[in-house]
């Protein structure tokens, strides 16, 4: 097996499967995406394993902390260095002294896997919880949207190479794409997202997400924490994700195709023509 860019992908040898005769033909050469463990540790501690690629981990390692609420900006980390360590990696982060503190107190450690949405919680309470909206943020024109869509299709060239990983990206308010960031796990193909728009100091509503996986509810959370008003997603969402959205004043757009979407408002799908209106 050979790694392609020392991150994204490896290389393997395959041979087309028939259901008649079993492996047969020429040895080919298949793209898959690469699957490692990646630890993350603050204050000196491990927290958390989680089940990544390991490409953006520095971005990865700013927006889990945003979005696992250890830290409620980027100011608060100090520094990040990642490590390669044997068949994984390890990120570490050093926080202010007063977020370190409370990260102490709050004394929670996760293991999870790549598909994992609620790892390493004790009790309902630590469910992810962003702040209520002050206001309402200005709905995203329907023509943006599509030209997002329209843009996330060819802004995805690990996934385009090996067919296996999740990407999500950021547009601006008229879908121009302004950075996508693709992982095994769509949580965190969005963390690396997030916090690639925090390290860079992108207005929260400047723009919107899209997204190519299931629109659960810890990815409206996620959003939410960042502070962005609109998720469009390419499937569909689940009701904790819709329930959720409403609480938190995300507007979700989900089932996304290059001519129509639907429109979840108050828990129902509408079609919404030429995309969302």
């Known amino acids: 097996m050979q790694l392609n860019d ?7 040898p395959v041979r087309e499967f028939s259901y ?13 995406a690469v699957e490692a463990p990646v630890q993350i540790v603050i204050g000196g501690s491990p927290f958390a394993v989680m089940m990544a690629t390991p490409g ?4 990865f390692a700013y927006g889990f902390a945003l979005t696992e609420q250890i830290v409620e900006t980027v100011s608060d980390i100090r520094a990040v260095e990642v490590e390669s360590d ?4 390890r990120l570490k982060l050093a926080l202010s002294g007063e ?13 999870g896997r790549t598909g994992c949405g609620l790892c ?6 630590q469910m992810p919880s962003p702040r209520p909206p002050s206001r309402p943020q200005a709905p995203i024109a329907p023509e943006a949207i599509g030209a997002g869509l329209a843009a996330l299709e060819t802004r995805q060239p690990l996934n385009q190479a090996t067919r296996a990983v999740h990407a999500a990206a950021w547009c601006g308010r008229d879908g121009a794409m ?8 769509r ?47 390419v499937s569909a969402p689940t009701s904790l994700a819709l329930e959720r959205a409403r609480r938190f004043g995300v507007r979700v757009i989900a089932v996304a195709r290059r001519d129509q979407a639907l429109c979840f408002e108050n828990g129902r799908g509408e079609v919404s023509g030429g995309m969302a209106a």
């Open 6 to 12: 020392g991150l994204g992908s490896i290389d393997v």
């Open 20 to 32: 008649d005769s079993g492996a047969a033909g020429p040895e080919l050469i298949r793209a898959v």
């Open 56 to 59: 953006d981990l520095e971005d």
């Open 86 to 89: 044997g068949d994984g990696w």
């Open 99 to 111: 977020r370190l503190q409370a990260h102490l107190a709050r004394g929670r450690a996760m293991s």
């Open 120 to 125: 390493g919680i004790e009790d309902f309470s």
């Open 178 to 185: 302004f950075l996508v960031r693709e992982d095994v796990g």
């Open 187 to 233: 949580h965190n193909a969005l963390d690396k997202a997030i916090g690639a728009l925090a390290r860079a100091k992108v207005a929260p509503d400047s723009g919107f997400f899209v997204i190519t996986s299931r629109c659960s509810f810890e990815m409206v959370a996620k959003v939410a924490i960042f502070g962005a008003g609109t998720l469009v997603s």
